[in-house]
């Protein structure tokens, strides 16, 4: 599965959009984008994966390059409770599937 | 509520003593997957099953094992326990394992060996 690299940690100020940028620059063409985010030693909760088109749902928008290298999660409106990590995951399309989160990013919203 | 129940919530148990955490998926969800989280640390892959079967390993102890039953839950067993293997150990669920699906995870099963 391809690498991704993600800041360590960012501050959004409350109201605000969050957006979490993800690089994926080896990306193969049957990889989806996924993300996940963590609220204080909560499980991982699902939020958004896409192919190649943007993705929206009632969480975030999710911005994926032409290229497919990079995306972007948007969180339109941030709130405290959007404080987490934030993980960017590129998974392929296959049966014996080692689903491997990196450390994420750290999004602290700020009142 | 994800769906996925773990049980115990919390475990204290001491060295070289043997565990079993508990892992019931979502209704219908035939794959499960074990992580590892040790403070501050990310989330460690273990292994996960499909249908009863291993599919996928990652850097799980000898110490360590699983078994999805029948009925689809899972059990992890520790072993010979040591002050390392602290942690919180999350079960997560998906409909199968292929590209496309979401992971549901449980609540975890905070591990504490003294």
């Known amino acids: 599965d391809a690498k991704t690299t993600q800041p360590p940690s960012m501050d959004c100020a409350e109201g605000r959009a969050a957006n979490l940028p993800c690089n994926h620059s080896?990306?193969?063409?049957?990889?989806?984008v996924y993300w996940y985010r963590q609220i204080h030693s909560q499980g991982p909760q699902y939020i958004i994966h896409g192919l190649k088109n943007n993705e929206t749902n009632e969480m975030a928008s999710l911005i994926i390059t032409e290229d497919r290298k990079s995306s972007t999660l948007i969180l339109p409106h941030a709130t405290l409770r959007d404080t987490a990590v934030y993980y960017c995951?590129?998974?392929?399309?296959?049966?014996?599937?080692?689903?491997?989160f990196g450390k994420g990013t750290r999004l602290h919203i700020l009142p | 509520d994800s769906g996925v129940t773990q049980t115990p919530k919390h475990l204290i148990t001491a060295t070289g003593q043997r565990v079993t955490l508990r892992c019931s998926p979502r209704s219908g969800d035939l794959s499960v997957y074990w992580y590892q989280q040790s403070l501050d640390q990310g989330l460690q892959f273990l292994i996960q099953?499909?249908?009863?079967?291993?599919?996928a390993k990652g850097n799980i102890l000898e110490r360590f094992s699983a078994q999805q039953f029948p009925d689809l839950h899972s059990e992890l067993n520790l072993s010979s326990l040591e002050l390392g293997d602290s942690a919180l150990y999350f079960c997560?669920?998906?409909?199968?394992?292929?590209?496309?699906?979401?992971?549901?995870f449980g609540s975890g099963t905070q591990l504490s060996v003294l």
């Open positions: 995951i590129v998974r392929v399309a296959k049966r014996d599937d080692k689903i491997i």
């Open positions: 099953y499909y249908n009863g079967e291993e599919r």
């Open positions: 080896t990306i193969s063409g049957n990889e989806y």
């Open positions: 997560a669920s998906s409909a199968n394992p292929r590209g496309g699906e979401k992971l549901f």
